[in-house]
């Protein structure tokens, strides 16, 4: 079953967005510089978004899989316009940050996530027969499914956590999120691809998506859905978060080197898709956003930092 990822998502969530931004302080390079199984993307040019023909054909196949209420047209309206754009060379983690790497942060920062905070966390999951959003006791980094619950495995990615938990961990080990465009360049390379591995859909062979497992797999599982720079779940598993606000429009007034976003807005960008989503959301190009604050148990984030 298909969801509304952006009002459903939105409207459980929105109380996370009140949390202020981020109590706690983490200063950057706090932690072990964790730079060795990192790709390398070269400076260059790439194209950006979805021209508007691309566009048309997955909101027509958006349309014919949506439920009530569901907003394809606006969701792909911000993909639009294909833009061209510079990024200066810079790496990304090949994995997703894991549930052990996370720990190891806590363990040694005391870091209270924003779910632990409020001893609570978004929880998508199927009830009497239907998919559907919860917001529950319990749902931490520790149990992402709620109060009595597990990770999965230390090598699965870590899931309840906010934006301000993504960045102070980024921080912690000397790095920083990656903007929207060098996490769409990493996913893409340059020659517009639609998902990470290419242009055909299969969800089985190259990625965790349209509910195979309906849970997330250990980081790195799908090697045949590396990216052309040798990125690792780039499609499915879990979204990520980037370091932007997000704007419907920004794309229109996008600045053309190294862009870092709009100057402020409510909600930050996420990227990726889902162990959860379709071949339509799960597009390398597809854009969602929440408040800062929310979490879920179908987002995580990786690191990025600037150089060669």
């Known amino acids: 079953m298909?969801?509304?990822?952006?009002?459903?998502?939105?409207?459980?969530?929105?109380?996370?967005?009140?949390?202020?931004?981020c109590a706690q302080t983490t200063q950057q390079g706090e932690g072990p510089r964790k730079m060795e199984d990192m790709i390398h993307v070269p400076a260059g040019?790439?194209?950006?978004?979805?021209?508007a023909d691309a566009s048309r054909q997955f909101v027509a196949a958006c349309t014919r899989e949506r439920e009530e209420g569901e907003d394809c047209p606006g969701w792909f309206q911000a993909t639009e316009p294909r833009h061209r754009v510079w990024l200066d060379a810079f790496r990304l983690d090949r994995h997703e940050v894991s549930n052990a790497d996370f720990r190891q942060f806590v363990q040694a920062t005391g870091h209270v996530t924003?779910?632990?905070?409020?001893n609570r966390g978004a929880v998508r999951r199927e009830q009497d027969g239907t998919w559907g959003w919860f917001m529950v006791d319990g749902a931490t980094w520790r149990s992402p499914q709620g109060a009595g619950s597990d990770i999965e495995a230390d090598d699965h990615p870590v899931l309840q956590v906010s934006w301000?938990?993504?960045?102070?961990?980024?921080?912690w080990v000397g790095k920083q999120l990656p903007t929207e465009a060098q996490w769409e360049k990493a996913a893409r390379g340059t020659?517009?691809?639609?998902?990470?591995?290419?242009n055909d859909w299969n969800a089985a062979r190259h990625s965790n998506s349209a509910k195979s497992v309906a849970r997330t797999r250990p980081v790195g599982h799908y090697p045949s859905g590396a990216s052309p720079y040798g990125a690792l779940d780039m499609t499915g598993n879990v979204w990520e978060w980037v370091a932007d606000w997000f704007a419907p429009d920004y794309y229109a007034v996008s600045e053309t080197r190294n862009?870092?976003?709009?100057?402020?807005?409510?909600?930050?960008?996420?990227?990726?898709?889902?162990?959860?989503h379709s071949s339509v959301i799960s597009l390398a190009a597809y854009r969602i956003h929440q408040p800062p604050g929310a979490r879920n148990n179908l987002a995580g984030f990786r690191c990025a930092a600037s150089g060669a």
């Open 2 to 21: 298909k969801q509304d990822v952006h009002k459903s998502m939105t409207a459980l969530c929105c109380v996370a967005a009140l949390l202020p931004a």
């Open 45 to 51: 040019w790439f194209w950006m978004g979805l021209s």
């Open 114 to 118: 924003d779910a632990e905070r409020e």
């Open 164 to 171: 301000h938990d993504a960045l102070a961990y980024c921080r």
């Open 191 to 198: 020659d517009e691809r639609l998902y990470a591995w290419g």
């Open 259 to 276: 862009p870092h976003g709009p100057a402020q807005g409510s909600s930050r960008v996420l990227r990726g898709g889902s162990w959860h």
